[in-house]
């Protein structure tokens, strides 16, 4: 077993970490990490749906998709991220239970009481502290679990915080549970770092042979490369969204109601319809035809706006109102 020590809070890097090591490393090994404010999305979701896009905006909040299935989560530096890569048996590698009770051991010395409930929760009284996710790369599986230890609830919710009528898609849809963060059920204060330090050190002591590592410098060249071609890519976190519909009806403050109805593929706007009661110069399905083939991305979107006479197709509308019809 190796533990290794993770130094870096970027979210793109810290996602690519994990697949390198499930990719490249042939040890068992346990890693503990914190990410900096992102939602992280599962393999198999729709991002657009499961985000805020002005909140994610306005609070410059990094979007990633992992490797594993289940729902989106926010992290922040109040929450902790383990992952455990084990090498296995194929058809014996998903085992939820067995990657959890480590952490079930360590609340116990705390004097808290946890539970496995579900699929894949961690509970305190009911409530979801802990949400884990896997992925089977060959014979090794990839266990990794959410703590919440003092994340920013207003930020967990507001992120994650999307209107449901939307989209209309197969996607998987995250489950929104009731929360609570681990520092509230303490007995006595703890700071982050002291709790992460009491699971490694729990840790190790089921794995007495274990080597506490740090990752190579061509480890970190390695990782970097992943991130500029995979994690930081609009195609992985977006365009590998399944098909989707959107619809938003909008009432602007002077050009009257806009209803944009769009169908989407791998992230790009394939058709568009629009309706309403506004007033136009220009016929709409010229517009609508502008719209088809490009990302359905805020950047792409302003770059239209950029590019036509908005006014023409919807009077006295304002950019900004128009951008709001994509989200």
Do not use: C
């Not at 990094?62 to 922040?76: E, N, P, T, Y």
């Not at 991220?81 to 480590?102: C, H, K, M, Y």
């Not at 679990?145 to 609830?153: C, D, I, K, P, Q």
């Amino acid at each position: 077993m190796l533990i290794i020590k993770r130094h870096h809070t970027d979210p793109y890097f810290n996602l690519a970490t994990e697949e390198y090591v499930l990719k490249n490393f042939t040890e068992d090994s346990f890693m503990l990490w914190r990410n900096e404010p992102s939602i992280i999305v599962g393999k198999h979701q729709n991002t657009l749906a499961e985000i805020n896009t002005d909140f994610v905006n306005e609070n410059k909040i990094k979007v990633v998709r992992r490797l594993s299935g289940g729902g989106a989560v926010f992290h922040d530096l109040g929450n902790i991220n383990f992952t455990f890569i084990s090498q296995g048996e194929p058809g014996a590698l998903v085992d939820f239970r067995r990657f959890t009770l480590p952490i079930i051991e360590v609340m116990g010395k705390l004097g808290i009481e946890a539970k496995f409930e579900g699929r894949n929760d961690l509970t305190i009284d009911g409530r979801k502290f802990s949400g884990n996710a896997e992925h089977v790369f060959r014979n090794r599986v990839l266990h990794h679990g959410t703590l919440l230890f003092s994340a920013v609830m207003a930020d967990l919710s507001g992120a994650l915080k999307v209107d449901p009528g939307k989209f209309t898609d197969k996607a998987v849809k995250s489950v929104r549970s009731r929360v609570t963060n681990i520092s509230e059920h303490l007995k006595e204060p703890m700071e982050i770092e002291a709790f992460m330090n009491l699971i490694n050190e729990h840790v190790h002591e089921m794995y007495p042979d274990a080597a506490v590592i740090e990752l190579s410098g061509q480890d970190h060249e390695n990782i970097a490369r992943l991130v500029k071609e995979k994690y930081e890519t609009w195609d992985w976190n977006y365009g590998y969204s399944p098909a989707y519909d959107f619809r938003k009806m909008v009432k602007t403050a002077n050009s009257g109601q806009i209803e944009m109805n769009i169908q989407a593929e791998a992230g790009v706007i394939k058709a568009a319809k629009i309706f309403g009661d506004y007033f136009s110069v220009k016929e709409t399905s010229e517009l609508e035809a502008a719209l088809s083939g490009i990302p359905h991305t805020r950047e792409a979107i302003q770059k239209l706006a950029s590019e036509i006479q908005i006014g023409e197709y919807f009077a006295h509308i304002t950019e900004d109102e128009f951008i709001t019809l994509f989200f």
